[in-house]
């Protein structure tokens, strides 16, 4: 809840507006009963029609400021939530840029979308009914009482029974209602988690014709979100027969305590009136209280969600201090690295891999699905940082430099081609947005990438749908590397990225990268071993471990694991026929 206080400070003279119209609100509504006491005495009573006049002018002029008192109120308390929700908002996506890949698994995407979403308007709707009843409630209910004690002291008491029936209720839903407010939370984020599933994984639901069973998936939660949301509207509905129940038998005892009083007349019907109003604006008050005690549960679990996320450690921190100019650039050294994944210490994936590969090397990792390749390149750009030993990029640990200038050494090509809504020219300028067209048209031409592009009608300029969507999986692929080229790192880092495209297009991209790798070091996660053959260096991996190195040549005479991979993709002599024709 500290969150709120913290971006609603920043804005002191709307503050003082919305205080200033709270105030305002509540000395018009404790006027307006003893002016209506005043009118009923003087005018209504007595029959004195020009005073009756001159009350209504005064009653009106009055009602008149109240409603400017609330339209000062409404329009600081709305313009000091509309601000304070677009700075969290922004906060948090800052947040999210900073978190390495643990974080993101810590919490889950899914739930990091409604936590910047849903929670964030939770906590919008909370702040703007605090800054509305907040001051004024209070302040009403104690101007409430002091006017009832000037009033008529006498009836007082029946007011202050009422008073802890109505706290009770009011206590007892705030705290029925916090667990529920909770699972409500929780159901939503894995609605939204189906629902994402559904939307990205559309294809391949599809082709299994399980349509059925992600609509049923989703349709149990959205049940379970509606009996848990019904749950919560049940307890709230309670919350308003419950306490107008407590008014009415309030306001019938003071009537029935106020008949000897008036015949004997020690109070005048007036004056009954304005008790009557009194009472009912203080029991009124703690009801509007009541509703902000009651949000305040679900409220409080969202600020917690949102203060799990603004204020989650970094595990790999931006070390803006850190190194940032080195004299060579391109070399790497991969010191006695062994690496588990957060929170599976016990099991790392990687043992102890020692290697070096320098500018103009391409150092390439082959191994069975699951021995550890991608994981062990996405260590370079500090994706995650390793468990033990050392990662040294041109002679200095990654951990010690800045981490965007780290990033800046190395182009990185996913496994999973990845592109933004934008054109194919804004994409292709992703890591150097002041690339020129020719350095745009070169990394294409690369990337065999030109192609495609030049075929369609926009060229460069063609739109691109979100993540590529109007792409095949090669041409994403093309312009994913074509991206990488027009940064033109250090160090590249192709993991596993030549899979979606043909074996000529493969080849012909690898020979034309050759060309342009030669003051670069080129790092290659394959499946293929015609993508590496022709490798400086070649590790073999098998459960984390290096079980093998050297040239395709080599580990074709002496590694065993090597010549199983090798014989399991195409028989022995196809193999050296294929590469025959990458030669020519
Ligand atoms: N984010 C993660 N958290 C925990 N374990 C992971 C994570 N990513 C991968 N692993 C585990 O680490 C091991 C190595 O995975 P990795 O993706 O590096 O293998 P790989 O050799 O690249 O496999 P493939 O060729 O299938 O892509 C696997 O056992 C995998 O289950």
């Known amino acids: 809840m500290a969150h709120i206080w913290r971006y609603i400070k920043r804005e002191p003279k709307l503050l003082f507006l919305n205080f200033i119209g709270a105030i305002f609100f509540v000395l018009i509504n404790l006027g307006l009963p003893t002016i209506l006491a005043e009118m009923i005495n003087e005018a209504i009573i007595p029959q004195k029609v020009n005073l009756l006049y001159f009350w209504s002018i005064i009653m009106i002029l009055v009602i008149i400021a109240g409603a400017a008192g609330r339209v000062l109120l409404s329009y ?38 409604t936590r910047i979403t849903t929670d964030a308007f939770v906590l919008m709707q909370f702040t703007e009914m605090t800054l509305r009843l907040g001051f004024n409630t209070p302040l009403m209910f104690l101007g409430s009482i002091i006017m009832i004690f000037i009033t008529s002291p006498s009836l007082a008491w029946i007011l202050l029974a009422a008073m802890p029936f109505l706290i009770a209720s009011i206590v007892w839903i705030a ?29 391949v639901i599809r082709a299994f014709s399980r349509e059925d069973f992600q609509a049923d998936k989703f349709h149990q939660e959205t049940n379970h979100y509606s009996q848990v949301a019904g749950r919560l509207f049940k307890l709230m509905g309670l919350a308003n027969p419950l306490f107008f129940h407590i008014l009415i038998w309030m306001i019938i005892l003071i009537m029935w305590f106020s008949l000897g009083p008036i015949e004997a007349g020690r109070l005048n019907i007036g004056v009954l009136v304005a008790f009557i109003e ?24 969202s600020a917690n969600r949102i203060s799990e996320v603004l204020e989650m450690p970094i595990s790999i921190s931006p070390n803006e201090d850190g190194v940032t100019e080195t004299e060579t650039n391109g070399y790497l050294e991969f010191d006695n690295v062994t ?33 550890g390749k991608s994981t062990l390149v996405q ?35 996913p496994q999973k081609a990845l592109l933004f809504t934008g054109t194919i020219s804004e994409n292709l300028r992703y890591g150097k947005y002041d690339a020129s067209e020719k350095e745009l048209i070169r990394a294409s031409d690369v990337a065999q990438a030109s192609d495609f592009i030049e075929r369609t009608q926009e060229k460069y300029q063609t739109f691109l749908a979100e993540g590529g969507a109007n792409l095949s999986g090669g041409q994403k692929q093309r312009l994913s590397i074509a991206r990488a080229i027009v940064k033109e790192p250090g160090i590249y880092v192709f993991d596993d990225s030549f899979s979606a495209l043909d074996y000529k297009t493969d080849a012909e991209l690898r020979r034309r990268l050759s060309e342009i790798t030669k003051h670069s070091t080129v790092l290659v996660v394959a499946q293929r071993i015609s993508s590496i053959r022709q490798a400086d260096q070649i590790i073999v991996l098998n459960e984390g471990e290096i079980v093998g190195r050297g040239t395709h040549e080599q580990l074709m005479a002496e590694n065993k694991i090597y010549q199983e991979i090798a014989a399991s993709q195409m028989k022995g002599d196809q193999l050296f026929k294929e590469g025959d024709e990458d030669h020519a």
């Open 76 to 113: 600081a308390s709305s313009k000091l939530t509309t601000l304070m929700i677009r700075d969290l908002r922004n906060d948090m996506f800052e947040k999210l840029q900073l978190y390495s890949h643990e974080e993101y698994e810590k919490i889950g995407v899914s739930s990091l979308v």
């Open 339 to 371: 690496f588990a994944y957060p929170g599976e210490t016990e099991s790392p994936v990687l043992h102890n891999i020692s290697f070096k590969a320098q500018p103009g090397q391409m150092v390439a990792f082959i191994g069975s699905t699951g021995s």
């Open 175 to 203: 705290k029925k209602s916090r667990p529920i407010s909770k699972e409500q939370q929780e159901s939503l984020d894995q609605i939204n988690q189906y629902a994402r599933e559904n939307l990205t994984g559309l294809r």
């Open 379 to 413: 260590l370079v750009p500090r994706f995650f940082d390793v468990t033990l030993g050392r990662i040294l990029v041109d002679g200095v640990d990654v951990r010690d430099y800045k981490l965007s200038a780290l990033r800046q050494k190395i182009g990185y090509i």
């Open 278 to 301: 009194y009472a009912f604006h203080a029991l009124f008050s703690i009801m509007m209280f009541s509703q902000l005690f009651m949000m305040y549960p679900r409220t409080n679990v």
